[in-house]
């Protein structure tokens, strides 16, 4: 830990290098008179992809060019608050922050009003507001789509472009009646730094005035997580990397940490020389390189994974740092500026270091990339510098060292890289982003990926068997019927056809390996009979475990009992059947034995009406039409009829074929 830093600067607010002592001697360009020495002072700019520069002074929005050419002066009702940097919203709209007001101003505005600034918050905005508050930090988002405004005691607030309130929390943040802030006390609680927004990771981070760190979603519904840093200090400045870390600075204690934006662990922390002041911030770049200056004459620039680099390499015992470094338009290099001071004296204790110094000698702006440590560019003022913006609008305010910076990396001064969109800077610094799985299983590896194996079988054969019931259940044959009998129904048909398979085959080989007898091959006729008839069950709907058809059936299905050798015919309505008896010519000693087997069975409900020659001649075809009446009683309520053509009177010939006893049936 370093120790506690109080920083005593004679001279180190510089005014020299405002550019106003040099300025103050030259003529002006309309004549030869000395022009007055200029006494506002530019400070806090807001700077744009356009390569423009909002500056809030006094009652007046100034926008520069790259060049520092004025474009715009826009007249405002109220004082700006210097110390609030302006925020950039839709459409052009600026947000700044006057007499504890947040005004909106169009920008946009080919000839400018005699006031552009519209109240958007506070007193006269037709929003409710709390008299007894103070406006301590403004921010805003396009891709949050909203303006967020950070009130002493009262927290933030958030609130659509249209003035509609989006959402509100506190420092304490109390759900469900627990408390996640300002876990020390609720008394005196309250958010002291502006929100900053993280593109990559959709986050907006603050800080109390306790030492605590908040991470909360863009939307403003919940608070992803709170780090408690109060054992390093209360004061500090928040920086979003988007890039997977959360940089936070700690001046006092020359520390910065880096956290991790998911968790808020501290992934590292590196000690850096004293700082010039509270608000000393680091800048990131596209390779995630944080950079910061000191006023031991160094740039500090640390890399993702916490390593530290110092520029230049070689100690300069007379030189500070007093300020930020800027991010050039490329996004790969940032510009810093060292000054030379004379009586530089430091001096350094156990708790405390002193540093001061009489004068400033000269100021050296750098170009250089923290990543490799090439310079691209190096001048001093007085010298080069001083001629860069001498004929420009500059010269009519007081500009520091930090608006001398902003104003060179927007006009890409000695940079030899292409400037890139803030869209595409955060692309880059997005990829980056190192996101760690949280693994919720410990324990062994190889146990635990059997146990997944098993566990997704398992699942598998599940949803396998859910749907298959659902099949089941959901066909219509099967609604209002019991399941298991139609199972084991269908197993039995199964088991029978087998058996049938495997005498047929037996037969076949007997008839194959001598002559055949007429039995043997009745036998085998009657047996292939029989597994056609199980095909066809099998085939059909009649297999689905319901005998009784549909009451809707207008068809009827011939099927055949293997015992009787008939065919029986299922219907939930009485229907009217006309039988037609075709005798083929065959011997009357072969009608006669088929029809002395029929009724050795039982009595037909159809009798042919037929005669035949004793002498065996050919018979004549007798034809009788008769009609059945034929109902539906139950599964096993089966006409037996006799095997000869039966002909529905709605049924095609062709579609009804059955095989009778050596013999053919159509």
């Known amino acids: 830990m370093s120790p506690i830093i109080k920083i005593l600067s004679h001279i180190l607010t510089l005014y020299m290098l405002g550019l106003h002592s040099a300025a103050s001697d ?80 169009d920008t946009m505005y080919m ?37 967020i405004v950070n009130l002493k005691k009262w927290g933030l607030r958030a609130y659509e472009f249209d003035g509609r309130t989006k959402w509100g929390t506190d420092p304490a943040m109390h759900r469900f009646r627990f408390r996640y802030g300002c876990k020390k006390s609720v008394t005196g609680c309250f958010f002291v730094s502006t929100p900053v927004f993280d593109l990559c990771d959709a986050n907006l981070y603050f800080s ?67 700082l010039g002041s509270l608000a000393s911030a680091p800048v990131v770049d596209i390779n995630g390189w944080i950079s910061i200056g000191s006023l031991d004459g160094f740039l500090y620039s640390i890399s993702p994974s916490g390593i530290v680099k110092k520029f230049p390499t070689r100690k300069k015992t007379d030189t500070v740092i007093q300020v930020n470094p800027v991010l050039d338009c490329s996004g790969y290099a940032v510009y810093i500026s060292q000054t030379k001071m004379a009586g530089m004296i430091r ?21 250089l990339v923290p990543a490799t440590g090439n310079v691209y560019w190096s001048e001093s003022y007085p010298g080069s510098v001083s001629n860069l913006f001498l004929e420009s609008d500059l010269r009519l305010f007081v500009v520091d060292e ?33 996101i760690k799985k949280v693994s919720i299983y410990t324990g062994n590896e190889k146990a635990i990926e059997l146990f997944l194996f098993y566990e997704t079988s398992l699942l598998i054969l599940l949803a396998a068997l859910v749907r298959f ?59 292939v009979k029989e597994r056609e008839g199980i095909e066809r069950k099998l ?9 009784a058809p549909s009451p809707q059936s207008q068809s009827l299905i011939p099927l055949s009992d293997k015992k009787s050798k008939s065919f029986s015919f299922k219907s939930g309505q009485k229907e009217s059947v006309d039988i037609f008896d075709i005798i083929s010519n065959t ?34 075809e007798i034809v009788e039409e008769q009609e059945v009446e034929i109902t539906d009683e139950g599964d096993d309520n089966e006409e037996i009829v006799e095997e000869q053509g039966i002909i529905d009177e709605g049924d095609d010939l062709q579609s009804v074929v059955a095989v009778c006893e050596r013999g053919r049936f159509l």
């Open 587 to 620: 011997s009357s000693e072969e009608y006669n034995s088929n029809e002395e087997k029929i009724e050795s069975k039982g009595k037909a409900l159809m009798e042919p009406e037929s005669s035949s020659d004793d002498d065996g001649g050919d018979h004549e």
């Open 208 to 274: 109390n005035n306790q030492g605590e760190v908040y991470a909360m979603s863009f939307l403003g519904t919940y608070v992803k997580w709170i780090q408690d840093l109060s054992f390093l200090n209360k004061n500090f400045t928040i920086t979003a990397g988007n890039n997977g870390r959360l940089y936070v600075t700690v001046p006092e204690r020359s520390i910065i940490l880096a956290l991790d934006v998911l968790t808020g662990s501290i992934l590292w922390q590196n000690d850096i020389g004293p």
């Open 347 to 367: 001096r350094t204790d156990e708790e405390n270091t002193y540093v001061s110094a009489t004068r400033p000698v000269e100021t050296i702006f750098t170009l």
């Open 402 to 434: 930090r608006i001398l910076l902003d104003f060179l990396s927007i006009s890409n001064t000695g940079n030899p890289l292409s400037c890139f969109s803030t869209r595409q800077k955060l692309a880059s610094t997005c990829s980056i982003m190192d």
């Open 539 to 547: 085939s059909t709907t009649y297999s689905l475990g319901r005998d």
């Open 111 to 147: 000839t400018t009003p005699e006031s552009a600034g519209e109240v958007f918050l506070g007193l006269g905005s037709g929003v409710l507001w709390p008299n007894d508050t103070e406006i301590i930090g403004l921010t805003a988002s396009i891709p949050a789509s909203c303006v």
């Open 469 to 527: 019931c659902c099949v089941f259940w959901n066909k219509k044959k099967l609604q209002n019927q019991d399941l298991w009998n139609f199972l084991e129904k269908r197993s039995w048909l199964r088991l029978q056809k087998k058996v049938c398979d495997r005498t047929i085959t037996e037969l076949e080989k007997k008839t194959a390996e001598g002559s055949p007898s007429n039995e043997m091959l009745e036998k085998l006729g009657d047996l």
């Open 26 to 105: 030259l003529p002006l360009i309309s004549g030869h008179r000395h022009r007055p020495k200029p006494t506002a002072t530019l400070s806090n700019p807001l700077i744009t992809d356009e390569g423009k520069v909002y500056i809030c002074l006094e009652k007046n929005l100034i926008i520069f060019q790259n060049d520092g050419s004025i474009i715009k002066r826009i007249p405002l009702n109220y004082t700006c608050n210097a110390g609030i940097t302006p925020a950039l919203g839709a459409s052009g709209k600026v947000y700044l922050v006057a007499e504890n007001r947040v005004l909106k101003v």
